[in-house]
C-alpha cells in the first residue's frame, strides 16, 4: 500500500502557473502508475494526467494537453504537476492517485490509493 500526500495548491491569477506535489510513502514508489485527477465544483472527478513507472509514456485530458505536465522523480518518491497558462476553468480540488499496474489508465476506478485533494481556485 501507499500514502499519498498533495500540496502545492492555491489561489493564482488566470494565466499564471502552479505546481502541485503529491509525496508517496509505505510502498515501493518506482513500481506504482501515477496520476492526477481533479474534481470542480458541481462536477464529477475527472481525469487530467498519467504516467507509467519510469516515465516513458504520459498521457493527458484534452483540455490540458500543452498547458500541463506531469512528472515523477522515483528517488524523491514524489510526483509532480505543473500546470501553466491557467484559466477558471481549471479550478478544483487535484488529486493524487496511484495505481500498482505495469499500464497507465484514465479511469479512475483502477486507481486503487488516493490523497487527500489539495484546492487549486483560478481567478480572472
Known amino acids: 500500500q501507499v500514502q499519498l500526500v498533495e500540496s502545492g495548491g492555491g489561489l493564482v491569477q488566470a494565466g499564471g502557473s502552479l505546481r502541485l506535489s503529491c509525496a508517496a510513502s509505505?510502498?515501493?514508489?518506482?513500481?506504482?502508475?501515477m496520476g492526477w485527477f481533479r474534481q470542480a465544483p458541481g462536477k464529477e472527478r475527472e481525469f487530467v494526467a498519467v504516467?507509467?513507472?519510469?516515465?516513458?509514456?504520459?498521457s493527458y485530458t484534452d483540455s490540458v494537453k500543452g498547458r500541463f505536465t506531469i512528472s515523477r522523480d522515483n528517488a524523491k518518491n514524489m510526483v509532480y504537476l505543473q500546470m501553466n497558462s491557467l484559466k477558471p476553468e481549471d479550478t478544483a480540488v487535484y488529486y493524487c492517485?496511484?495505481?500498482?499496474?505495469?499500464?497507465?489508465?484514465?479511469?479512475?476506478?483502477?486507481?486503487?490509493?488516493w490523497g487527500q485533494g489539495t484546492q487549486v481556485t483560478v481567478y480572472s
Open positions: 492517485a496511484a495505481r500498482q499496474s505495469y499500464f497507465t489508465t484514465r479511469l479512475p476506478v483502477n486507481f486503487d490509493y
Open positions: 509505505g510502498s515501493t514508489f518506482s513500481s506504482y502508475v
Open positions: 504516467t507509467n513507472r519510469n516515465s516513458a509514456s504520459t
